[in-house]
């Protein structure tokens, strides 16, 4: 009778983890993701979206991955100094009920030393939340036009040049 008692909360267990696992990434929803597309040779570039949370729980993504570069980090541009430079992030939060924009010259996801793309390509990236949910997004790689960038570029700064 122990046995089974025991044989059967680990199958519970294991039955009810996905739907745990699943939490945080159900809430979550993800607008008009997009890569930018990179010019020939540039070790970075970086991916943007506007994550809503429809949860009533503020949530933060931990971490991003994807298949097309070689890292992949979650960054944001801060300004030092009257320079925009780029800095890695621990976490990326978004507030219960509302959305996090990651767009050129401000929080973003990071892509070091991407492979070959070209436009109209779609990168898959894994979000991965505080829980330990994840939500996978498809972003289309898209060449950058001035109305997506502030002022007519990244505030000055070129991401090709980013080194890690």
């Given at each position: 009778?122990?046995?089974?008692?025991?044989?059967?909360?680990?199958?519970?267990?294991?039955?009810?983890?996905?739907?745990?696992?699943?939490g945080t990434a159900d809430s979550i929803s993800v607008?008009?993701?997009?890569?930018?597309?990179?010019?020939?040779?540039?070790?970075?570039?970086?991916?943007?979206?506007?994550?809503?949370?429809?949860?009533?729980?503020?949530?933060?993504?931990?971490?991003?991955?994807?298949?097309?570069?070689k890292a992949t980090e979650l960054h944001t541009h801060?300004?030092?100094?009257?320079?925009?430079?780029?800095?890695?992030?621990?976490?990326?939060?978004?507030?219960?009920?509302?959305?996090?924009?990651?767009?050129?010259?401000?929080?973003?996801?990071?892509?070091?030393?991407?492979?070959?793309?070209?436009?109209g390509d779609i990168v898959p990236i894994t979000l991965?939340?505080?829980?330990?949910?994840?939500?996978?997004?498809?972003?289309?790689?898209?060449?950058?036009?001035?109305?997506?960038?502030?002022?007519?570029?990244?505030?000055?700064?070129?991401?090709?040049?980013?080194?890690?």
């Open positions: 009778m122990k046995r089974f008692a025991l044989s059967l909360a680990a199958s519970l267990a294991v039955l009810s983890a996905p739907t745990f696992a699943a607008v008009d993701p997009y890569v930018r597309l990179a010019p020939p040779g540039a070790t970075t570039t970086g991916a943007f979206m506007v994550i809503k949370n429809g949860g009533t729980k503020d949530v933060k993504v931990v971490k991003a991955d994807n298949p097309a570069s801060i300004d030092e100094g009257g320079v925009m430079k780029m800095r890695p992030v621990k976490d990326i939060e978004v507030k219960a009920k509302g959305e996090t924009s990651l767009k050129p010259g401000g929080l973003h996801v990071m892509m070091i030393e991407p492979k070959a793309m070209k436009e991965t939340f505080d829980d330990g949910s994840t939500k996978k997004v498809d972003a289309k790689v898209m060449k950058p036009t001035a109305a997506a960038m502030p002022m007519g570029g990244m505030s000055g700064h070129d991401m090709s040049q980013h080194k890690h």
